[in-house]
């Protein structure tokens, strides 16, 4: 039997709460030069950080005993920006449509508010678990 942890208790939700926090940063700033000429709208592919967290959690971890070895990955890589394709860009060059920007950083804010109130369900949980309740 293992002992209770974060980890084992939370899973993989208090990461992707990181990763939505940080998305909903470059999706602000999107909205915030989208009258910038020559801006490219940027984000983060939260569904392929969200499968490879999946697969390390799964997967047997790896350790170096020899310093020829090459390194295993050790936890959460940075979230890799990406460039939006634009829809119809500006004559400006700015990549930013100020409407999808706005939709996706409100399903996005949702998101985050779901895996929020999910992750404090289970902090409940886990404190009335630990005071016998």
Do not use: C, W
Request: proline fraction near 2%.
């Amino acid at each position: 039997m293992s002992s209770i942890n974060f980890n084992n208790a939370l899973g993989i939700h208090a990461n992707a709460l990181q990763v939505r926090a940080k998305r909903a940063e470059v999706l602000a700033n999107n909205l915030a030069n989208s009258d910038t000429p020559g801006f490219k709208a940027r984000d983060i592919n939260f569904q392929a950080i969200l499968a490879g967290e999946s697969s390390s959690k799964n997967s047997v971890g790896v350790s170096r005993t020899h310093s020829g070895h090459l390194a295993g990955r050790q936890g959460q890589g940075e979230a890799e920006l990406l460039y939006r394709n634009p829809t119809q860009p500006s004559i400006d060059g700015n990549t930013v449509d100020a409407q999808i920007e706005q939709a996706i950083y409100t399903k996005n804010s949702m998101d985050y508010n779901a895996t929020f109130e999910f992750l404090n369900s289970k902090i409940t949980g886990v404190r009335n678990a630990l005071r016998g309740e």
